[in-house]
C-alpha cells in the first residue's frame, strides 16, 4: 500500500526562480493538502484540491498556486522565488468524501532552499 | 496571531515515566484536534485525535484530554519509551472549514534511557 510520495527530496533555488513540487497521495485518497513547515515552526496550511479544484486557501500569496490531475496526483507551483520560502514542504493525503473528522497521511516533504 | 499554541519548545522525560505535552487554542470554532508525531527526515504521522463532544480519548499508551472550557489538551504517554523521542504537533480543525487544519509549533520529545 503506497503512502503519499513527494518529489524532489531536495532542491535548491535562487531568487526571482520559479519551482514545481510534485505529490502523489496515499492509495485510494483523492484530496490533497500542501503545507509549507517553516524551520522550528509547525506547518502552515497552503491549499488543498479536490476533484481538480482548489477547495480551500490559507494565508499564502498568489505566487504559490497548485494543479490537480485526474489521477489525484498535484503539484505545488512557487513563482518569483524568495528567501523566506525556504522551508519544507509537506503534501498530505486524505479521502474528500468523508469530510473534516480524518487525519491526514503525511509525505516526507521536499526540502526547498533558496539562494 | 497564533491559534494553536505549544508553550514548551521542549521536554525531557526518563524512560518508563509518563510525558505530558501541552497544548493551548484560541478559536473557539475548534471542534476536532489531533496530535501527530514527527521525526527527522520524515513527515508527520497522526497519533490520535479527539472531537469536541469528549473530553478524553485513549489509545494504548497514549491519551488525550481536552478541557474545552479552558481552550486546553495534553497528549500523556504512559510510559514513556526512547522510541517515543520526536517533535509532537498539536492541530486544530474549525468547523467552518473541515479542509484546513491549523498547526501548533511543536513540542519536542527526548525520553532518556
Known amino acids: 500500500d503506497a503512502g503519499v510520495t513527494q518529489s524532489p527530496t531536495h532542491l535548491i533555488k535562487t531568487r526571482g526562480q520559479q519551482v514545481t513540487l510534485r505529490c502523489s497521495p496515499k492509495s485510494g485518497h483523492d484530496t490533497v493538502s500542501w503545507y509549507q513547515q517553516a524551520l522550528g515552526q509547525g506547518p502552515q496550511f497552503i491549499f488543498q484540491?479536490?476533484?481538480?479544484?482548489?477547495?480551500q486557501r490559507g494565508n499564502f500569496p498568489d505566487r504559490f498556486s497548485g494543479h490537480q490531475f485526474p489521477n489525484y496526483s498535484s503539484e505545488l507551483n512557487v513563482n518569483a522565488l524568495l528567501l523566506g520560502d525556504s522551508a519544507l514542504y509537506l503534501c498530505?493525503?486524505?479521502?474528500?468524501?468523508?469530510?473534516?473528522?480524518?487525519?491526514?497521511?503525511f509525505g516526507d516533504g521536499t526540502r526547498l532552499s533558496i539562494l | 496571531d497564533q491559534q494553536v499554541k505549544q508553550n514548551s519548545p521542549s521536554l525531557s522525560v526518563q524512560e518508563g515515566r509518563i510525558s505530558i505535552l501541552n497544548c493551548d487554542y484560541t478559536n473557539s470554532m475548534f471542534d476536532y484536534f489531533l496530535w501527530y508525531k514527527k521525526y527527522p527526515a520524515e513527515g508527520p504521522t497522526f497519533l490520535i485525535s479527539i472531537s469536541s463532544i469528549k473530553d478524553k480519548n485513549e489509545d494504548g499508551r497514549f491519551t488525550v484530554f481536552l478541557n474545552k472550557s479552558a481552550k486546553h489538551l495534553s497528549l500523556h504517554i504512559v510510559p514513556s519509551q526512547p522510541g517515543d523521542s520526536a517533535v509532537y504537533f498539536c492541530a486544530a480543525r474549525p468547523k467552518t472549514s473541515y479542509d484546513k487544519v491549523i498547526f501548533g509549533p511543536g513540542t519536542s520529545l527526548s525520553v532518556i534511557p
Open positions: 498530505a493525503s486524505s479521502l474528500g468524501h468523508l469530510g473534516g473528522n480524518q487525519p491526514q497521511h
Open positions: 484540491y479536490y476533484e481538480e479544484e482548489e477547495r
